[in-house]
Every structure is written in C-alpha cells, then in structure tokens.
C-alpha cells in the first residue's frame, strides 16, 4: 500500500451495475483464471467477472454467502453447508453438512486444507477440514455480537474476525489454542460485515452503519482510517486481491460490484498457445516449438513461461517446459522430459512482468513414449499452495530432494541442499511474482513455478 491516498485523491473505481447481480454478498480473486467470483444471494448464483469486465454466470448454488478459494477450488457457505467448486470446470466436489449450524456467513482458509467458518446466529466458528471431511468447533463465542467476515492472519498465527451490531469489535481467535482475545473493543461503527488485509500487512474492513471502508494497521493500535467513504451501499464480504493491489467491495444494497485500486484492471492477456505441426504429434521425450499471442504492453525484465498442467488437466503442480526473455509474444521453444503419459494435458503461458496467467490450449493432450523409448519412473513431488503469501509446501512420498529457487531474472533466493521428502519454504519475504524451484533428486531434476502474492 504505497501510495494509498491515492485510493481517495484519484477516485480510482470501476463498478459493474445493477442488471448482471442480485444481493452481491461476498468476492474473491481467482488469480489463476485472472477473474473475480461473486456470491449472490438473490440469485442463487456465484458469477464471474472477467479481466474484460464480461459478466457470467460460474455455478448456481442455494443461498451462497461466504466465498473462499483454497487450491483449486472455490468454496461457499450455502445453508447450513461448506460446498466446494473446481475452479476449472465448475464442477461440485464437496458439499459437507456443519451438524447444529445456524447461519454460516464468513470463510477464510489456512491454505493447505483446513477452512474456519463463522456462524452469525450460533456464535461459533467452525473447523473444517476437506480431506478428512470432518468438521469440529474451534472456538465457541458464547453470545452476541454475531461473528461476520474472517481471514487468516498466518504471520501472527491467528483468525482475525469482525462483528454485527452497534459499536462493533474486532477479535481474534489463536490457531494455536483457540484462546479469543479483543483486537479492537469498540470501534465506533456499526454492523461490520467483511474484512480484507493486503500485502503489508494492513486490514480493510466494511460497515453498513457508516457506508464506508476503513483501513486498520496489523497491530490494531491506530483508530481506522476511512480510504472509501462514497459510493457504498451495505458493502459486504469484501475481497483485497494482493496481485492487482485492488479492493473488491459487493454493495449488497444496490446490486453492484465496486473496484478500489491504484491502478485499473488490467487490459493484458494472454491467447491460447498453438504447438508448431499440432499437439497431436507430441511425445515423451521431445522438443517442439509453441506459438502464442500476448495482447497488452510487457515491459523490461518480463520473460513468458510454456507451463503444463498434470495428467489431469490441474495447473497446481504445473512444470516448465519453456521460456522466451521478451516484451512481446513470438516462437517459444519448449522440452517434455521428465512427464509422464496421460491423455488430460493442457499447456497455457504465463508472463512475469506483468504477471499473467494466459488461457490454455482449449483441448485435451494426449502424451505418451516416443517410439522405442521406455517408460522410466519419474518422481511425483506436490507443491500446495499456489498461489502461496507465507509458505510453500513440497511433499515428495518416498523420494527425497533439495530444493533451489529462483526469482524470474535467475537470480537464486532460497536453497535447502540437504535432501528429504518434505519441505517447507518460507515465502512472505519474497516480492510479489512469479518464482520457480527447481527440485533435486537422485534421478534428475524438476522445475516449477508459483506465484507469490
């Protein structure tokens, strides 16, 4: 937040009206898909707005209010529920039951599987974990005010949730024990619905008592600022995407969805990458040439990366297979090495300066041996999340490595030689961008990238 006044000297909004949502409540940027998701109770529905500013519908779901994206998907407090949608195709794969549940409102994550749900009218926050698909009580409120919006505070280990009714507070919960403690015990505004915090650390929350946004330190030991004091009405479950250094802010009042930033959207995109003589003709091992369009200015220092997702068309663990130091879009020469076949590959490019994410080829590939090549055993090491703000994580199973990463100039910014099956890299020191890691087995190396926000 360098230059945060800006926020209010220049005005600088863009807002998408009436005739495309109904009772906006909560949004989310989906960085991986370069677009923002809205929960809208009135319809039903979570929609999608595009870097374009298009507006459609993503999925139709009963009552949506909360929004959180973990992994690859997005997950919504729908009555009584926490379900979960693919954010690649949109279809449901959790729909999880929170047993005596009264209201489920808000939702944040730890990043690598665990959900906290607030529960408005229980006064409970919730505990939720998607692989076990078990759901505990992490801490019991007691009584009002009712818990609304919450987010995770990782560098102080700790949920940071805010209140309905007069004079609001603001609390925190310790992941450690769940101990609740009082951040703020009166803050002097009403009914405040959403809460955000943005790369250095600073808080955003929502008020429909006063119709503004007000800005708090990480310490919580200032009174809060006003940075959007016009042009709300009852903004709720708002949304601080790091990447653009924009607010996202649903006006549940008058059906519309308003950007505060410091720059607008922006207009660059990449197309859908073509391999020279077709995909059809790809085999492990080989080399092969990638066309793609970049629209949009790319300034010095930018470098565009061919990525491929895995056997199942997921770009979390996707690997480089090419790269092009360049301001403008032209032939990429790319390698399929260490893969694996499988019938479900996508390729898309991504660029570091500006980071974007391009779309992907649009179509299943299919990979397997070239003629006379012999399977070999390539090592499977995961990495969650991505993109990551505190840690990544790498888990190798049974195949031990070291771990080497790289901002997009070269430059090396981490290593841990010392080879193991698990790895936790530390991240929130590192610029916002995209950085790859090159991993070192016994059998040879592998290369992927993540985005630090």
Not at 217 to 241: C, E, K, Q, R
Not at 275 to 283: D, P, Q
Not at 284 to 313: E, H, K, R
């Given at each position: 937040m360098r230059k945060l006044l800006t926020l209010l000297l220049a005005s600088l909004s863009i807002t998408v009206f009436a005739q495309s949502y109904s009772s906006p409540e909560s949004v989310e940027y989906d960085l991986s898909h370069n677009r923002w998701l809205i929960s809208c109770t009135g319809s039903s529905t979570i929609q999608q707005r595009s870097a374009s500013g298009v507006i459609s519908q993503f999925v139709s779901v009963t009552s949506p209010y909360g929004l959180e994206i973990m992994g690859d998907s997005v997950y919504v407090c729908s009555s009584g529920r926490i379900k979960g949608f693919s954010l690649n195709t949109g279809a449901q794969g959790t729909n999880l039951q929170i047993p005596g549940a009264a209201f489920l409102n808000g939702i944040t994550s730890d990043g690598v599987g665990n959900l906290y749900v607030t529960d408005f009218n229980g006064y409970k926050i919730y505990h939720v974990n998607i692989a076990g698909q078990y759901v505990s009580t992490f801490a019991n409120l007691v009584a009002a005010p009712s818990p609304n919006g919450i987010i995770l505070d990782a560098p102080n280990n700790r949920l940071v949730f805010v209140h309905w009714g007069a004079n609001a507070p603001i609390k925190a919960v310790s992941l450690v024990d769940s101990s609740v403690s009082t951040l703020v015990a009166g803050t002097g505004y009403g009914s405040i619905d959403g809460i955000a915090r943005?790369?250095?650390?600073?808080?955003?929350?929502?008020?429909?008592?006063?119709?503004?946004?007000?800005?708090?330190?990480?310490?919580?030991?200032?009174?809060?600022?006003?940075?959007?004091?016009?042009?709300?009405?009852?903004?709720?479950?708002?949304?601080?995407?790091?990447?653009?250094?924009?607010?996202?802010?649903?006006?549940?009042?008058?059906?519309?969805?308003?950007?505060?930033?410091?720059?607008?959207?922006?207009?660059?995109?990449?197309?859908?990458?073509?391999?020279?003589?077709?995909?059809?003709?790809?085999?492990?091992?080989?080399?092969?040439?990638?066309?793609?369009?970049?629209?949009?200015?790319?300034?010095?220092?930018?470098?565009?990366?061919?990525?491929?997702?895995?056997?199942?068309?997921?770009?979390?663990?996707?690997?480089?297979?090419?790269?092009?130091?360049?301001?403008?879009?032209?032939?990429?020469?790319?390698?399929?090495?260490?893969?694996?076949?499988?019938?479900?590959?996508?390729?898309?490019?991504?660029?570091?300066?500006?980071?974007?994410?391009?779309?992907?080829?649009?179509?299943?590939?299919?990979?397997?041996?070239?003629?006379?090549?012999?399977?070999?055993?390539?090592?499977?090491?995961t990495m969650i999340p991505n993109p990551a703000e505190q840690f990544v994580y790498l888990r190798g199973g049974e195949t031990k490595f070291a771990v080497y990463v790289f901002n997009a100039l070269g430059q090396q910014v981490y290593v841990d030689s010392t080879y193991s099956s698990e790895k936790d890299i530390p991240v929130n020191y590192l610029r916002k961008g995209i950085y790859f890691i090159r991993l070192e087995t016994n059998t040879g190396f592998q290369t992927k990238h993540f985005l630090k926000n």
């Open positions: 943005d790369a250095s650390g600073n808080f955003y929350i929502s008020s429909w008592g006063s119709q503004k946004i007000f800005k708090y330190d990480n310490a919580f030991t200032a009174t809060g600022v006003a940075v959007v004091s016009t042009g709300l009405n009852n903004p709720a479950d708002i949304y601080y995407a790091t990447s653009l250094d924009t607010l996202g802010v649903p006006n549940a009042g008058n059906n519309t969805v308003t950007f505060y930033g410091f720059a607008p959207l922006p207009n660059n995109s990449i197309a859908a990458p073509l391999a020279t003589g077709g995909f059809s003709n790809l085999c492990i091992p080989s080399n092969f040439t990638l066309n793609f369009a970049a629209l949009g200015t790319y300034t010095v220092g930018n470098t565009f990366y061919a990525v491929l997702s895995d056997a199942m068309g997921n770009f979390a663990n996707a690997d480089t297979i090419g790269s092009l130091a360049a301001m403008n879009s032209g032939p990429m020469s790319c390698s399929l090495t260490t893969i694996l076949p499988g019938s479900n590959y996508r390729i898309k490019v991504i660029s570091t300066n500006p980071p974007v994410v391009g779309v992907d080829n649009g179509a299943d590939i299919a990979l397997d041996y070239c003629l006379g090549i012999e399977a070999q055993i390539v090592p499977i090491i």
